[in-house]
């Protein structure tokens, strides 16, 4: 029985809970099964989205208290938000999920299985350019150094699962690059001004991205503005439901940049994302607006006409999770991918399932990451493809390790990386 | 409640040796997730074989226990909440197609197979299973039999009951029965495939069903009929089922639904598909925009994804289904919108033209009182006075328990359906207190 007295919600306090109507949209018929990645690998109903939604609900109306059983089955959850596309109800999942891990978090229900110590460790280290940078100074010592070589061939980390999936994910660190300049100026007709958001880990394992993305910014007709003092838009702490920490970032995030700006411009889907739900989560003036005029690359370069020269290569695009179902954005990378002469856009089949990458899951939850960048790859080897893009560094990371893995030649890359490599300068 | 504590553990253990423990669930997540209209089971067990199926029955029925089949889970809602429940039986490892031989166009299926999947199979060697309930890819063989659920292919290939050939399916007691023949042809024995079909799982647990298959046309074209009143579109309906036209698939959209399919601005639509050979299809779509023309209607030829694109029309907490008279059909939509206006609901509706079938979906501010008394009662009268039925198939947990799903069942044909159920399952195992009149 539903007895919500004036400060409960079931199992749930006020504060960030889950919303009633969320919650009661969905009828259950099941479209989202087939579409969610953990019940395609485990075939669980519990581990499916409708499953979750079950105990989210059964919480809220006090069926059920907050268990680490029902903690652990929303652990699982990759955060892809494939079901939410698929919904013909319009369960915004994501926010219910969100809303439920943080108070998961904040009363420390804690499954056994999840581990929370890498999940802190990860949490505090990669928001944190100044804590980041120098880890990665001693890593590509590491890499350059042959230690690495060494280390793979001989397996000495077999042993140690979280840290193995942690060394098999990293790229092949470029050397420190230059900060890109505060401002860069448009080239040709002036369309406006962009601010670009680096991100975290974009400026340190793929800078030459933002770079790219720069580059192609300024061909569009936008002085790019880069404020230097930017950090973490919070978007791990948000799927991991630490709301507070969250809030915090995006608020010195939103202070950050210009108000002035006529446009906010991210690479990574998963930042995009975020940002762009920046008004849900922080209900004010300033964010509103920050998240009213956010926009990924792909949506600014659509509407460019850029010169581009001929590639003459065969390509695959797989959609990046908070693209796809976060931002709904499936169109405006394969148009502009389309525009290069030469290229070759072949299908990929399950293009807009998830690669298992999501955030930090593929270090907390190894197996069935793995499994599922398996499968994906799997795919992209289908498609005959030499290159593979997708817009977000996760993903890149993800697919790259599950290529080293297979031995495949194939590359990896950003879809503006492809576009800048066209990019005929004025 | 009934005494269990004694005897849990055994039956614990006696129904993990049957399923294997790991498919055995009792967790308090599991068991809140398999829950029927609120109503918890004490254990989810899953079978993944008719054996399996059968032991799991004898012991439940030796023991007293009731029993919930499940399939794909979209459609647990339909009917009363049961009575009581114990174990739920998620068909969802029983995936096999267990013979397919096109030649025959016949196919076995285990019955958690989903419709999309076994379509897909089916599709690669031309052919298809003739069943597209709305939004139902991800649902099961066996539940959209046992629901008797049907969608716009009806109109050319009827339903379950047309196309069940034969049934592998479970007693109560744990007998293994089959039904039917594997063949288009037979006359042999009780027609047991056609008592299953929309029995709820309250006579047995289907397990494996043979079902007869056609051919996919080798060509397709699809249509919409925007017309501006319920009158004309009940006009440009009934002229193109007196017509030689021959549509394979078809579908009377209420303007809700027919946004779906990029209408702006109808009061009804209907949703035609042709399929045959290439001109043939032109030429039936050509005759119908001519006939929609006759009618001061209007005809467009839309893409093949409008189908699709109909998954969400029937979606809303509350659904309903309307059976009537054929021709009456958009009188009695337009009954149901008006009825549901006053309370301020909005009404998603799609019917199988041709056979006075309506399926209607509600959103807005629901009340068990405002739908009983808007909704239900008015149509129900009205609708009785003409043979006709109205059943709520899906409404949230906390409504439902006030209103009367199955509507007024007759004393003579509640009789029929008592000894039927006497026979198959008199210590009643399956699905207590779900069927019509709480059978």
Redesign the interface.
């Known amino acids: 029985m539903?007895e919500a007295t004036t400060d409960r919600l079931g199992a749930f306090d006020l504060r960030d809970a889950p919303s009633m109507d969320g919650l009661?949209?969905c009828?259950?018929?099941?479209?989202c099964?087939?579409q969610c990645p953990t019940y395609r690998v485990l075939?669980e109903?519990?581990d499916s989205p409708?499953?979750r939604l079950?105990?989210m609900r059964?919480a809220a109306e006090g069926?059920?208290e907050l268990?680490p059983?029902?903690a652990r089955?929303l652990d699982l959850c990759l955060g892809c938000r494939a079901c939410e596309t698929a919904c013909?109800?319009g369960v915004p999942f994501g926010q219910l999920l969100e809303a439920t891990r943080s108070q998961l978090e904040r009363r420390r229900v804690r499954a056994p299985a999840t581990d929370h110590g890498t999940l802190g460790f990860l949490l505090d280290l990669f928001p944190y350019p100044g804590r980041l940078g120098p880890l990665l100074h001693g890593l590509r010592l590491y890499q350059w150094s042959g230690l690495q070589l060494m280390v793979r061939t001989l397996g000495f980390l077999t042993p140690f699962k979280k840290l193995q999936a942690m060394e098999a994910l990293l790229p092949p660190l470029p050397a420190s690059a230059p900060a890109l300049p505060a401002v860069t100026p448009a080239c040709g007709k002036r369309r406006g001004r962009a601010g670009l958001l680096i991100g975290c880990v974009q400026r340190f394992f793929y800078p030459d991205v933002n770079a790219a993305t720069a580059r192609l910014l300024s061909a569009a007709g936008y002085d790019v503005v880069v404020p230097p003092g930017q950090e973490c838009c919070g978007a791990l702490h948000l799927h991991a439901g630490r709301l507070d920490e969250f809030r915090g970032m995006a608020r010195r995030l939103i202070d950050s940049f210009d108000p002035e700006l006529d446009v906010i411009v991210t690479n990574a889907a998963g930042c995009g994302s975020a940002l762009k739900e920046y008004g849900h989560w922080l209900d004010d003036d300033a964010a509103q607006q920050f998240a009213g005029k956010t926009r990924d690359i792909s949506e600014v370069l659509v509407e460019a006409a850029l010169p581009l020269r001929e590639i003459n290569e065969r390509v695959t695009y797989h959609d990046a999770c908070h693209l796809a179902h976060g931002q709904r954005i499936l169109r405006q990378p394969r148009e502009l991918l389309g525009r290069i002469p030469g290229l070759t856009l072949i299908d990929l089949k399950d293009s807009d399932l998830c690669c298992g990458s999501a955030g930090v899951y593929n270090l907390l939850e190894p197996e069935l990451a793995g499994e599922l960048g398996r499968r994906k790859v799997e795919r992209i080897e289908e498609t005959g493809a030499r290159i593979v893009v997708s817009g977000n560094p996760g993903c890149l990371m993800q697919i790259a390790q599950q290529c080293r893995a297979r031995g495949l030649a194939i590359e990896v890359t950003h879809p503006v990386s492809l576009l800048a490599r066209a990019l005929v300068d004025a | 409640m009934r005494a269990m504590a004694v005897s849990s553990p055994a039956l614990d253990r006696a129904l993990g040796d049957i399923v294997g423990r790991e498919h055995l669930l009792s967790d308090a997540a599991a068991l809140e997730v398999h829950a029927v209209d609120g109503v918890r089971p004490r254990w989810v067990a899953r079978p993944s074989a008719v054996e399996q199926i059968s032991r799991a029955l004898a012991l439940a029925s030796a023991e007293g226990l009731a029993v919930a089949p499940r399939g794909s889970g979209s459609s647990l809602s339909l009917g009363n909440a049961p009575g009581r429940l114990d174990l739920v039986l998620d068909l969802g490892r029983m995936q096999r197609i267990i013979e397919y031989v096109p030649e025959d166009m016949v196919g076995t299926a285990e019955a958690g197979l989903s419709l999309g999947a076994l379509g897909a199979q089916l599709a690669a060697r031309g052919q298809m299973l003739a069943l597209d309930p709305i939004g139902g890819a991800s649902r099961s063989v066996g539940g959209v039999l046992a629901c008797h659920a049907s969608g716009p292919l009806r109109v050319r290939y009827g339903t379950g009951r047309d196309l069940l050939l034969g049934v592998r399916f479970v007693q109560a007691d744990g007998t293994v029965t089959w039904g039917g023949s594997r063949v288009v042809k037979s006359v042999s024995g009780y027609d047991v495939p056609k008592l299953l079909v929309g029995s709820l799982g309250t006579l047995g647990v289907i397990a494996e069903a043979t079902v007869r298959l056609h051919p996919l046309p080798p060509a397709r074209g699809s249509w919409v009929v925007s017309t501006p009143s319920h009158a004309i579109a009940a006009d440009c309906l009934a002229a193109l089922l007196a017509s030689t036209l021959e549509p394979d698939r078809l579908a009377v959209l209420n303007a809700e639904a027919s946004k779906l399919v990029g209408v702006d601005g109808a009061r009804a639509a209907l949703l035609v598909s042709f399929g045959s050979v290439a001109e043939a299809v032109a030429s039936q779509g050509a005759a119908l925009e001519r006939l929609a023309k006759e009618h001061r209607a209007g005809a467009a030829p839309v893409a093949a994804e409008s189908w699709a694109q109909l998954a969400p029309a029937l979606s809303g907490p509350v659904k309903l289904k309307l059976a009537c008279e054929p021709r009456r059909l958009l009188h009695w939509l337009a009954e149901l919108e008006r009825e549901a206006a006053g309370g301020r609901l909005t009404v998603s509706a799609v019917g199988q033209g041709g056979h006075g079938v309506l399926e209607a979906s509600l959103t807005g501010p629901l009340t068990a009182r405002g739908l009983a008394t808007r909704v239900l009662a008015p149509l129900r009268h009205e609708l009785g006075r003409e043979g006709g039925s109205l059943v709520v198939e899906r409404a949230p947990v906390e409504l439902k328990a006030e209103l009367e799903p199955w509507g007024p069942i007759s004393p003579e044909l509640f009789a029929i359906h008592g000894r039927v159920k006497q026979a198959f399952d008199p210590t009643r195992v399956l699905n207590p207190g779900r069927f019509a009149g709480r059978l």
């Open positions: 539903s009661r949209a009828v259950h018929c099941g479209i099964l087939p075939g109903e519990m409708r499953g079950y105990l059964a069926r059920t268990t059983t029902l089955h013909p109800s």
